[in-house]
Each structure stands twice: as structure tokens, then as C-alpha cells.
């Protein structure tokens, strides 16, 4: 079992929508929590940083952490053709210099 | 521009060669991280460095596989005797306390 979890996808969703991902992952230890954003040949793009459980908001975006249940949320509003590309989760336990664990990514395509 | 950059950009070689690539972290990074990301999936934790030294390099495959920053800035990933199964995209990430990693575009390994 992998230490992270996402779904692959690929995700579509219509243009405007509200768009959610998520993760889970097993490993008690992780407090840092990160979303990117990779389009197709491109490298990853940090779009949050939280730390432990909570929410935080960034324009359009949201991410969620519930460390008692392991679970990572990343939500979308009025989603846009430009969002289309690949969401990783990553995880860490030290907000210092320590490696990130990464999900696998879920493509998503958001249709006009 | 001031993000992290790598160079080449495409590396084609044959089976059994001699391959170096190189990371330019974001100017005033103190800490350097190499990822390898193979198709359909996240980037996978190679090694990271602290300053010159590498701190934690449990990532590194086999001995193959070596990675230097000698003044604490660029740094180059070496891998002796390739394997196809080495083929990816290899991906250099900078960062300071307390934000996420920024990557760079990453460096795609081909080995025929």
C-alpha cells in the first residue's frame, strides 16, 4: 500500500464548476500538506502550503486538511479551461528541509 | 527569470553511458532536492541537500546514482552505466524553511 493515495482520474468537469480532490494517505506522521499543479510537460507548481489540520483559501482554491481522518481536499470554484492539467497532493513531516512524499495526480479537464 | 532551472532540457543516450544533468536552484535556496518522475505518476524523492552536503540521500536507487553540490548552489545529478529502466524526468526543487518546494521543468531521460 502506498503511503499516498489519489485517484488518477481523469476527472471532467463543465466549465463554472465546483471541482474537489482529494487524497488519503497512512502515514500519521506527515503535518505538512501541499497541493501543485503540473501541466503537460511541465514541473510541478506550488499552488498551497498548509500545516496541520484546517482549512485555507486562496482565490479560486481551497484546501482542507482532516488529519484525524487522513484525508486532504483541494476545491476549485468557477473553474476555468486554464485549470485543466494535473493535481498532485504531497505530504511531508517537517516544515523544514525534509524529502515530500507525492500522490500519483489526477488529471482533470474542465470543458467550456 | 529567478525560478529553478535545468539543463538539458532532453538527454537521448545509449545503454550503458555516462549521463550528467544540472540544477540551478533559485538564488538564495539553501536546500536542493532531486525527484524522478516516471510516466502517470508523482515525482518520486531521489536526494536532497542542505547547503553542500547531502542530508538525506535514502532515495538514490542504487550506486549508480550520484548527485554533488560542491559551493552550495548548482548541482548536478550523475548517473553511471544507464538503464533503460532509468528513463524519466528528472526534476530539481529549491526551497527555504517553512514554504513548499519550487521545481523546476525537469529534465527528460531518454535511454534507448
Known amino acids: 500500500q502506498k503511503e499516498v493515495e489519489q485517484d488518477p482520474g481523469p476527472l471532467s468537469v463543465p466549465e463554472g464548476a465546483i471541482v474537489s480532490l482529494n487524497c488519503t494517505y497512512s502515514n500519521s506522521a506527515f503535518q505538512y500538506f501541499m497541493w501543485y499543479r503540473q501541466y503537460s510537460r511541465k514541473g510541478p507548481e506550488l499552488l498551497m502550503y498548509?500545516?496541520?489540520?484546517g482549512n485555507k483559501e486562496d482565490g479560486r482554491f481551497t484546501a482542507q486538511v482532516d488529519k484525524s481522518s487522513k484525508y486532504i481536499s483541494l476545491f476549485i470554484r468557477d473553474s476555468q479551461p486554464s485549470d485543466s492539467a494535473t493535481y498532485l497532493c504531497?505530504?511531508?513531516?517537517?516544515?523544514?528541509?525534509?524529502?515530500?512524499?507525492f500522490g500519483t495526480g489526477t488529471k482533470l479537464q474542465v470543458i467550456p | 527569470g529567478a525560478g529553478v532551472s535545468q539543463t538539458p532540457s532532453n538527454k537521448v543516450t545509449e545503454k550503458g553511458k555516462y549521463v550528467e544533468l544540472r540544477c540551478d536552484p533559485i538564488?538564495?535556496?539553501?536546500?536542493l532536492y532531486w525527484y524522478r518522475q516516471s510516466l502517470g505518476q508523482g515525482p518520486e524523492f531521489l536526494i536532497y541537500?542542505?547547503?553542500?552536503?547531502?542530508?538525506?540521500d535514502s532515495g538514490l536507487p542504487n550506486d549508480r546514482f550520484f548527485a554533488v553540490r560542491p559551493e552550495g548552489s548548482v548541482s548536478t545529478l550523475k548517473i553511471q552505466r544507464t538503464e533503460r529502466g532509468d528513463s524519466a524526468v528528472y526534476l530539481c526543487?529549491?526551497?527555504?524553511?517553512?514554504?513548499?518546494?519550487?521545481f523546476g521543468p525537469g529534465t527528460r531521460l531518454t535511454v534507448l
Open positions: 504531497a505530504m511531508s513531516d517537517s516544515g523544514g528541509y525534509q524529502k515530500v512524499t
Open positions: 498548509t500545516y496541520s489540520s
Open positions: 526543487a529549491s526551497s527555504i524553511t517553512g514554504t513548499g518546494q519550487f
Open positions: 538564488s538564495g535556496h539553501t536546500a
Open positions: 541537500f542542505q547547503g553542500t552536503g547531502a542530508a538525506d
